[in-house]
């Protein structure tokens, strides 16, 4: 048994599905949920700030933009310090760093620039939640529902996006919108949880030499399999060119990258455009205030559904590439509907097909991503394509109330939108040949890099 050498990644993915599982995607949901709510609560800020304030289309799509170029950031620079450092501490760092800044705007933002830049502070903790959450998971996860589960736990930021329409409905008139702000405090109080549920990832310390450790992380996932853990030598591959941002960027992963890129870019650039605007345009059209804040975060709860059935069609029938490629088809033409339906039932279709498609597709693509690269470079691949995407997800409510300034037409900016997500198809159709659905990075990456 001394002489017995087991792989690290296939232990995880053959164990079987445990209690222990459901406590990782569990905790990993949570603070994703206070992502949503973080992220998305600005957009129900603008109909109560935009009048007092002066604020043109452009200025009021700040307001969401501000905290979103504080994610790319975060979402860029987390990546090589949790991959040299641990996934535990960043994600505490994240969550303390998000809760700090989010109770210090609901307590003092009272003017434009000081919540733009109290929002880009709390941005840059926030990007570190999503796309690092999403790679532990995929590290600690089953092979057989490492997908759906991880989808699950990242659609725990359209739980927090339906979150947030609850409160700005329900809350910030009554108690004022500086109050929504004040519940992403909450990630404080996680912060101090997550060192007694969540281990360090398994893969991370092997490849960091902590086998003692790695080994009852692995015990407490396969209980059965304990002894053989304590006895054997643990290993995980190691690409030639070393982790961090050079793999990444290396020949044979380079093509990937920047497909994945291309496509998170345009997605994210349309969700967040349609996101940032439409209960706002919606309530311009007609629709009651209640009503406008409600199908805004129907956006948010189809897209739990969209990505979880995108999930579960990838696992068993498509595989991610062709199912993201359906999805974004079919987002397009939702995007579309939103356009052209005016003010009956045929709005709350589109908004909820564009929420399943568009939004619940995001999750997908995001799980195909933490699986492209190895642990040694698996957050930074993540981090650095939620960052650049997250840039998307900046211009788009900004130029989108560009947009209307000029052409004062909903229907303009909902058509443009769904070109947009159309054109996220030829950056899908390039990572076909890169990305195998369900699977980690390649055997063979050693070779590859």
């Known amino acids: 048994m001394a002489d017995e050498v087991l792989d690290v990644r296939r232990e995880i993915a053959e164990a079987p599905v445990?209690?222990?599982?459901?406590?990782?995607?569990?905790?990993?949901?949570?603070?994703?949920?206070?992502?949503?709510?973080?992220t998305l609560v600005p957009s129900y800020v603008i109909p109560f700030v935009k009048q007092p304030w002066g604020l043109s289309g452009a200025d009021s799509g700040l307001l969401v933009s501000a905290g979103l170029v504080g994610f790319a950031i975060g979402a860029l620079l987390h990546g090589p310090v949790a991959d040299r450092f641990g996934r535990r501490p960043v994600l505490i760092a994240g969550l303390l760093l998000s809760g700090v800044f989010s109770v210090v705007t609901g307590l003092s933002a009272n003017s434009f620039g000081l919540f733009l830049a109290l929002r880009l502070c709390t941005g840059l903790g926030l990007g570190i939640l999503l796309p690092l959450g999403v790679a532990y998971l995929n590290e600690c996860l089953p092979r057989l529902v490492r997908n759906r589960l991880s989808v699950?736990?990242?659609s725990g930021f359209s739980v927090g996006g339906i979150l947030a329409g609850f409160f700005g409905i329900f809350v910030a008139p009554t108690l004022g919108w500086h109050s929504l702000f004040l519940l992403g405090g909450g990630t404080i109080l996680l912060a101090l949880i997550v060192p007694f549920v969540l281990p360090e990832s398994p893969e991370w310390l092997v490849a960091h030499g902590r086998h003692d450790r790695a080994a009852a992380v692995l015990s407490r996932?396969?209980?059965?399999?304990?002894?053989a853990f304590r006895a054997a030598r643990l290993t995980v591959e190691t690409p030639a060119s070393g982790g961090g941002w050079r793999l990444p960027l290396s020949r044979g992963f380079r093509g990937r990258t920047v497909a994945l890129w291309y496509s998170a870019f345009l997605l994210l650039?349309?969700?967040?455009?349609?996101?940032?605007?439409?209960?706002?345009?919606?309530?311009?059209?007609?629709?009651?205030?209640?009503?406008?804040?409600?199908?805004?975060?129907?956006l948010q709860g189809v897209s739990i559904?969209?990505?979880?059935?995108g999930a579960a069609i990838a696992d068993r029938r498509l595989g991610a590439?062709?199912?993201m490629v359906l999805w974004c088809a079919l987002g397009a033409v939702s995007i579309a509907g939103i356009g052209v339906a005016g003010t009956g039932w045929l709005t709350a279709v589109a908004v909820g097909a564009t929420g399943m498609f568009v939004h619940g597709g995001l999750y997908v693509l995001y799980n195909v991503c933490a699986q492209t690269y190895p642990v040694q470079a698996r957050g930074t691949g993540q981090g650095m394509m939620i960052g650049v995407g997250r840039w998307g997800a900046v211009l788009g409510p900004y130029l989108g109330g560009s947009l209307l300034g000029a052409v004062h037409a909903d229907s303009v900016l909902y058509l443009a939108l769904a070109l947009i997500t159309a054109l996220a198809i030829i950056g899908l159709a390039a990572?076909?040949?890169?990305?195998?659905?369900?699977?980690?990075?390649?055997?063979?990456?050693?070779?590859?890099?």
């Open 18 to 38: 445990r209690p222990f599982h459901w406590a990782l995607v569990t905790v990993i949901a949570i603070a994703i949920v206070f992502d949503g709510i973080d």
């Open 152 to 154: 699950l736990g990242a």
């Open 221 to 227: 996932m396969n209980p059965g399999r304990a002894q």
């Open 269 to 298: 650039f349309a969700a967040y455009g349609i996101t940032a605007w439409t209960p706002t345009l919606l309530i311009e059209r007609g629709f009651a205030v209640s009503s406008g804040f409600a199908l805004g975060a129907t």
């Open 305 to 309: 559904v969209g990505g979880l059935l």
């Open 321 to 323: 590439r062709n199912l």
């Open 431 to 449: 990572v076909r040949t890169n990305v195998t659905a369900g699977r980690s990075a390649p055997a063979r990456v050693a070779e590859q890099a």
